[in-house]
Protein backbone atom coordinates (compact mmCIF):
# COMPACT_ATOMS: atom_id res chain seq x y z
CA UNK A 1 0.00 0.00 0.00
CA UNK A 2 2.59 2.83 -1.30
CA UNK A 3 0.36 5.61 -0.76
CA UNK A 4 2.51 8.77 -1.79
CA UNK A 5 5.86 8.19 -2.90
CA UNK A 6 8.70 10.57 -3.44
CA UNK A 7 12.24 9.96 -4.42
CA UNK A 8 15.11 10.77 -3.52
CA UNK A 9 15.10 11.00 -0.10
CA UNK A 10 18.36 12.23 0.45
CA UNK A 11 20.29 15.02 -1.63
CA UNK A 12 23.19 17.35 -1.47
CA UNK A 13 23.39 19.75 -3.92
CA UNK A 14 26.18 22.49 -4.53
CA UNK A 15 24.65 25.61 -5.19
CA UNK A 16 23.79 26.30 -8.75
CA UNK A 17 23.10 23.13 -9.50
CA UNK A 18 19.32 21.48 -10.90
CA UNK A 19 17.89 18.80 -9.13
CA UNK A 20 13.81 17.00 -9.80
CA UNK A 21 12.15 16.00 -6.54
CA UNK A 22 10.02 13.25 -8.06
CA UNK A 23 6.40 12.19 -6.58
CA UNK A 24 3.82 9.77 -7.35
CA UNK A 25 0.65 8.54 -5.73
CA UNK A 26 -1.62 5.44 -6.52
CA UNK A 27 -4.66 6.89 -4.36
CA UNK A 28 -6.15 8.50 -7.41
CA UNK A 29 -6.19 11.53 -5.82
CA UNK A 30 -6.88 14.72 -7.77
CA UNK A 31 -5.04 17.15 -6.05
CA UNK A 32 -1.37 17.17 -5.29
CA UNK A 33 1.27 19.27 -3.58
CA UNK A 34 4.30 20.34 -2.60
CA UNK A 35 5.37 21.37 0.84
CA UNK A 36 8.91 22.47 2.48
CA UNK A 37 9.35 22.39 5.93
CA UNK A 38 12.11 24.53 8.20
CA UNK A 39 12.51 24.65 11.58
CA UNK A 40 9.92 26.36 13.74
CA UNK A 41 8.52 27.80 10.32
CA UNK A 42 6.09 24.89 9.65
CA UNK A 43 4.84 23.09 6.19
CA UNK A 44 4.70 25.75 3.85
CA UNK A 45 3.30 25.43 0.64
CA UNK A 46 5.61 25.58 -2.50
CA UNK A 47 3.18 24.92 -5.40
CA UNK A 48 0.19 22.81 -5.87
CA UNK A 49 -1.83 20.87 -8.53
CA UNK A 50 -5.64 20.91 -8.15
CA UNK A 51 -6.54 18.47 -10.45
CA UNK A 52 -4.44 17.03 -13.82
CA UNK A 53 -3.34 19.89 -16.04
CA UNK A 54 -3.54 23.06 -13.70
CA UNK A 55 -0.88 23.78 -11.12
CA UNK A 56 -0.45 27.24 -9.23
CA UNK A 57 1.49 28.89 -6.88
CA UNK A 58 1.58 28.70 -2.82
CA UNK A 59 3.18 30.66 -0.96
CA UNK A 60 6.83 30.27 -1.80
CA UNK A 61 6.59 29.67 -5.65
CA UNK A 62 10.39 31.31 -6.07
CA UNK A 63 12.98 29.11 -7.38
CA UNK A 64 11.19 26.41 -8.27
CA UNK A 65 8.84 24.75 -10.70
CA UNK A 66 6.71 22.28 -11.30
CA UNK A 67 5.00 19.80 -13.80
CA UNK A 68 1.74 17.65 -13.26
CA UNK A 69 2.80 14.90 -15.76
CA UNK A 70 -0.27 13.12 -15.24
CA UNK A 71 -2.87 12.40 -12.68
CA UNK A 72 -0.30 10.05 -10.68
CA UNK A 73 2.41 12.53 -10.57
CA UNK A 74 3.77 15.94 -9.66
CA UNK A 75 7.32 17.15 -10.48
CA UNK A 76 9.44 19.52 -8.54
CA UNK A 77 12.63 21.48 -10.15
CA UNK A 78 14.93 23.53 -8.86
CA UNK A 79 16.94 24.87 -11.52
CA UNK A 80 19.44 26.56 -9.71
CA UNK A 81 19.53 25.36 -6.33
CA UNK A 82 20.66 28.11 -3.61
CA UNK A 83 21.48 27.18 0.19
CA UNK A 84 18.20 28.85 1.23
CA UNK A 85 16.41 26.04 -0.49
CA UNK A 86 18.26 23.72 2.25
CA UNK A 87 14.97 21.83 3.40
CA UNK A 88 12.89 18.64 3.79
CA UNK A 89 10.07 18.71 1.11
CA UNK A 90 7.26 17.27 1.07
CA UNK A 91 4.55 15.65 -1.39
CA UNK A 92 0.90 15.59 -0.80
CA UNK A 93 -2.48 14.29 -2.43
CA UNK A 94 -6.12 14.64 -1.69
CA UNK A 95 -8.83 13.26 -2.78
CA UNK A 96 -10.55 16.45 -2.51
CA UNK A 97 -9.49 20.16 -2.42
CA UNK A 98 -10.96 20.22 1.22
CA UNK A 99 -10.01 16.85 1.93
CA UNK A 100 -7.63 15.44 4.09
CA UNK A 101 -3.63 15.36 2.86
CA UNK A 102 -1.78 12.15 2.41
CA UNK A 103 1.97 12.98 2.55
CA UNK A 104 5.06 11.34 1.40
CA UNK A 105 8.13 10.27 3.94
CA UNK A 106 10.11 13.42 3.00
CA UNK A 107 13.04 14.90 1.05
CA UNK A 108 15.51 16.27 3.13
CA UNK A 109 17.89 18.42 0.23
CA UNK A 110 20.76 20.29 1.75
CA UNK A 111 22.38 22.67 -0.62
CA UNK A 112 25.84 23.55 -0.02
CA UNK B 1 0.53 38.44 11.85
CA UNK B 2 0.78 34.40 10.88
CA UNK B 3 -2.30 33.02 9.00
CA UNK B 4 -2.30 30.13 11.41
CA UNK B 5 -0.87 30.58 15.37
CA UNK B 6 0.21 27.98 17.67
CA UNK B 7 2.20 27.84 20.97
CA UNK B 8 5.35 26.18 20.18
CA UNK B 9 5.65 24.84 23.42
CA UNK B 10 7.10 22.17 24.48
CA UNK B 11 4.30 20.86 26.75
CA UNK B 12 6.05 18.08 29.22
CA UNK B 13 3.23 16.16 30.92
CA UNK B 14 3.47 12.91 32.82
CA UNK B 15 1.99 10.10 31.77
CA UNK B 16 -1.82 9.87 32.52
CA UNK B 17 -1.96 13.36 32.25
CA UNK B 18 -4.95 16.18 30.21
CA UNK B 19 -3.18 18.37 28.31
CA UNK B 20 -4.85 21.27 25.62
CA UNK B 21 -3.49 22.71 22.77
CA UNK B 22 -5.46 26.07 21.29
CA UNK B 23 -4.87 27.95 18.10
CA UNK B 24 -6.03 30.59 16.09
CA UNK B 25 -6.92 31.48 12.56
CA UNK B 26 -7.02 34.59 10.57
CA UNK B 27 -8.91 34.14 8.16
CA UNK B 28 -13.19 34.06 9.23
CA UNK B 29 -14.00 32.55 5.14
CA UNK B 30 -11.73 29.28 6.68
CA UNK B 31 -13.64 25.97 5.14
CA UNK B 32 -12.65 23.43 6.96
CA UNK B 33 -10.22 22.02 9.88
CA UNK B 34 -7.90 19.56 10.94
CA UNK B 35 -4.93 18.58 13.56
CA UNK B 36 -2.23 16.53 12.36
CA UNK B 37 0.58 14.93 14.36
CA UNK B 38 3.73 14.76 13.27
CA UNK B 39 6.88 12.26 14.85
CA UNK B 40 10.53 13.45 14.75
CA UNK B 41 11.71 13.17 11.15
CA UNK B 42 8.51 12.04 10.08
CA UNK B 43 5.49 12.85 7.63
CA UNK B 44 2.19 14.49 9.51
CA UNK B 45 -0.49 12.49 9.21
CA UNK B 46 -3.87 12.81 10.40
CA UNK B 47 -5.49 12.22 13.77
CA UNK B 48 -8.53 13.98 13.39
CA UNK B 49 -10.95 16.77 11.22
CA UNK B 50 -12.69 19.58 13.38
CA UNK B 51 -16.40 19.67 13.47
CA UNK B 52 -18.40 22.53 14.20
CA UNK B 53 -20.17 20.34 16.72
CA UNK B 54 -17.04 19.44 17.96
CA UNK B 55 -15.80 15.37 17.66
CA UNK B 56 -14.30 13.09 19.84
CA UNK B 57 -12.21 10.05 18.66
CA UNK B 58 -11.06 7.98 22.05
CA UNK B 59 -8.57 9.76 24.42
CA UNK B 60 -8.61 12.90 21.76
CA UNK B 61 -11.26 15.64 21.63
CA UNK B 62 -11.39 18.73 19.25
CA UNK B 63 -13.43 21.52 18.79
CA UNK B 64 -13.98 24.76 16.48
CA UNK B 65 -15.05 28.34 17.68
CA UNK B 66 -15.57 30.02 14.32
CA UNK B 67 -16.44 33.20 16.28
CA UNK B 68 -13.42 33.58 18.30
CA UNK B 69 -11.48 31.92 15.56
CA UNK B 70 -9.55 29.22 17.39
CA UNK B 71 -9.84 25.15 17.32
CA UNK B 72 -8.60 22.95 20.46
CA UNK B 73 -7.14 19.62 20.48
CA UNK B 74 -7.72 18.11 23.75
CA UNK B 75 -5.57 15.03 25.01
CA UNK B 76 -7.24 12.89 28.01
CA UNK B 77 -4.82 10.30 29.95
CA UNK B 78 -2.06 11.02 28.10
CA UNK B 79 0.50 7.87 27.09
CA UNK B 80 4.50 7.93 26.35
CA UNK B 81 3.17 7.41 22.40
CA UNK B 82 1.46 10.70 22.42
CA UNK B 83 5.13 12.46 22.13
CA UNK B 84 4.80 14.53 18.97
CA UNK B 85 4.60 17.34 17.38
CA UNK B 86 0.99 18.37 16.88
CA UNK B 87 0.06 20.48 14.01
CA UNK B 88 -3.12 22.98 12.88
CA UNK B 89 -4.26 22.94 9.42
CA UNK B 90 -6.73 25.45 8.38
CA UNK B 91 -7.97 25.35 4.89
CA UNK B 92 -9.50 28.34 2.66
CA UNK B 93 -12.53 28.67 0.65
CA UNK B 94 -12.97 27.41 -2.59
CA UNK B 95 -12.11 31.87 -3.83
CA UNK B 96 -8.87 30.88 -2.73
CA UNK B 97 -8.21 27.92 -4.00
CA UNK B 98 -8.50 25.73 -0.37
CA UNK B 99 -5.33 27.18 0.74
CA UNK B 100 -3.97 25.00 2.83
CA UNK B 101 -2.23 26.82 5.51
CA UNK B 102 -0.32 24.73 8.49
CA UNK B 103 0.50 26.08 11.58
CA UNK B 104 3.97 25.32 12.82
CA UNK B 105 3.30 22.86 15.92
CA UNK B 106 3.19 22.30 19.18
CA UNK B 107 5.66 20.10 20.61
CA UNK B 108 4.61 17.68 23.15
CA UNK B 109 6.55 15.33 25.93
CA UNK B 110 4.95 12.31 28.16
CA UNK B 111 7.29 11.28 30.54
CA UNK B 112 7.14 8.29 32.44
Known amino acids: NAGVTQTPKFQVLKTGQSMTLQCAQDMNHNSMYWYRQDPGMGLRLIYYSASEGTTDKGEVPNGYNVSRLNKREFSLRLESAAPSQTSVYFC???????????FGEGSRLTVL | RKEVEQDPGPFNVPEGATVAFNCTYS??????FFWYRQDCRKEPKLLMSVYSSGNEDGRFTAQLNRASQYISLLIRDSKLSDSATYLCVVKGPRTGGFKTIFGAGTRLFVKA
Open chain 1, 92 to 102: ASSELPTGELF
Open chain 2, 27 to 32: NSASQS
